[in-house]
T-cell receptor
């Protein structure tokens, strides 16, 4: 089983809609989780860290479910500029980040 | 806002040649990383570097790869004898402590 798994999509969503992605992880010792956004041929850009209590930043909400070993990202009122690939990443008790394959999102006008 | 910078943005080389990819991490950061991303695939960890030594490396990071922090600002990745399969985007990242990693814009390496 892959350490971090994501549905690759693509998700094609109309502008203004709400969209949610999940990411599952296999190592229960995982300590930290993150969502990164990656535009085509660009670097991953940190979107938000994911805390056990959940966290919200504007239209974005991230949740962590340790019992079921998944994290989620919710985007409300989606905008055209939200079109990108969203990468889930985890620390598994060491320094490196382990990434999922990413979920591609396209917002349709 | 401080950023990680990388040079060159694109490097084309012949198979078997040596390449050096350069990174300038954010100035107060202590932990440095190299990742790579083959086109269409996920971002993969190569190596982490702390306190002037490698702290962890992946299976990809074999004897053909080396890293160096030659001065107080630069962090380099050297590939001694490039192979076709080394063609990828190479990202440098840094972090100040036990927090998030910040990535540079990447170097696109093309091996012909």
């Amino acid at each position: 089983r892959k350490e971090v798994e994501q549905d690759p999509g693509p998700f094609n969503v109309p502008e203004g809609a709400t969209v949610a992605f999940n990411c599952t992880y296999s190592n229960s010792a995982s300590q930290s989780f993150f969502w990164y956004r990656q535009d085509c041929r660009k670097e991953p850009k940190l979107l938000m860290s994911v805390y056990s209590s959940g966290n919200e930043d504007g239209r974005f909400t991230a949740q962590l479910n340790r019992a079921s070993q998944y994290i989620s990202l919710l985007i409300r009122d989606s905008k055209l500029s939200d079109s990108a690939t969203y990468l889930c990443a985890a620390h598994f008790g060491n320094e490196k980040l382990t990434f999922g394959t990413g979920t591609r999102l396209t917002i349709i006008p | 806002e401080p950023e990680v910078t990388q040079t060159p943005s694109h490097q084309v080389t012949q198979m078997g040649q040596e390449v050096i990819l350069r990174c300038v991490p954010i100035s107060n950061h202590l932990y440095f990383y190299w990742y790579r991303q083959i086109l269409g695939q996920k971002v993969e960890f190569l190596v982490s570097f702390y306190n002037n030594e490698i702290s962890e490396k992946s299976e990809i990071f074999d004897d053909q790869f080396s890293v160096e922090r030659p001065d107080g600002s630069n962090f380099t990745l050297k590939i001694r004898s490039t192979k076709l399969e080394d063609s990828a985007m190479y990202f440098c990242a840094s972090r100040p402590g036990p927090t998030e990693q910040f990535f540079g814009p990447g170097t696109r390496l093309t091996v012909l």
